[in-house]
């Protein structure tokens, strides 16, 4: 299983906001996630945080979601807390990416076009003092540094592509191998998550793991390893 902190990080960086509040009182929420994975929030004019003020506490809530057919279930939900800052200007860009990869936000064109204007939307970053997580049965906090120090598994976006052509695809493959594993017949079969330590796969209401036999350290030995799942010859 992927060390916690990584974990976090690599649900964090395909999280949506779902929720903020500031100083305990919910706020409008819209933004993403920067490739540190600290929250991107873009602020329209009269909201509560469009008038910045650096002492107030944030809190960003995550949701992590899964399509299993017509169904949608959280995988995890993360909280950041901490405080809002301004994005500096330089990097403005590429926040506003972060967040339109999320939020198709017209306004976003605005915040950058207008940058620093006081009727102008803003884009403001969480400055991470703890993160409250959780992932299955797995529950905690993490403070900024372990979490900030950590990074999503880097075959990500390899496992996400897999997952879901194995899920659009497979499974009646993907049945027939966790049946071979379990020795007994399994219910409804879904891959659930996927990475380089291994594989989960939801039987029914269960959340079964089948570890690696080695770490996959390559996109190609992701692929290889999950077929050893898939096969039942």
């Not at 399509?67 to 994005?87: F, N, S």
């Not at 969480?126 to 905690?140: A, F, I, R």
Request: proline share 6%; glycine share 8%.
């Amino acid at each position: 299983m992927l060390p916690i902190p990584e974990r976090v990080r690599t649900l964090a960086a395909t999280a949506n906001v779902a929720k903020l509040s500031v100083d305990g009182a919910p706020s409008a929420a819209r933004g993403g996630v920067d490739e540190r994975g600290r929250p991107i929030l873009l602020v329209r004019p009269g909201e509560t945080l469009h008038g910045l003020r650096a002492d107030a506490v944030v809190a960003v809530n995550l949701t992590a979601m899964r399509q299993l057919g017509t169904m949608t279930h959280p995988r995890g939900l993360i909280e950041v807390q901490g405080w809002a800052e301004a994005v500096p200007e330089e990097e403005a860009r590429t926040a506003a990416v972060a967040v339109a990869a999320h939020t198709a936000d017209e306004s976003l064109f605005d915040a950058l076009e207008r940058f620093g204007q006081p009727d102008a939307p803003r884009l403001l970053r969480l400055d991470v003092g703890q993160v409250v997580y959780l992932t299955g049965q797995e529950s905690g906090v993490l403070d900024a540094d372990d979490y900030l120090g950590a990074a999503p598994d880097p075959l990500t976006e390899t496992a996400e592509r897999v997952l879901a052509h194995v899920n659009s695809s497979h499974r009646a493959q993907l049945a027939a191998g966790v049946t071979q594993q379990l020795g007994e017949p399994a219910g409804d079969v879904w891959l659930w998550e996927l990475d380089r330590f291994g594989a989960t796969v939801r039987v029914d209401e269960s959340l079964v793991r089948f570890p690696w036999p080695t770490p996959a350290r390559s996109s190609l030995c992701l692929e290889t390893a999950l077929r050893g799942l898939l096969c039942t010859c």
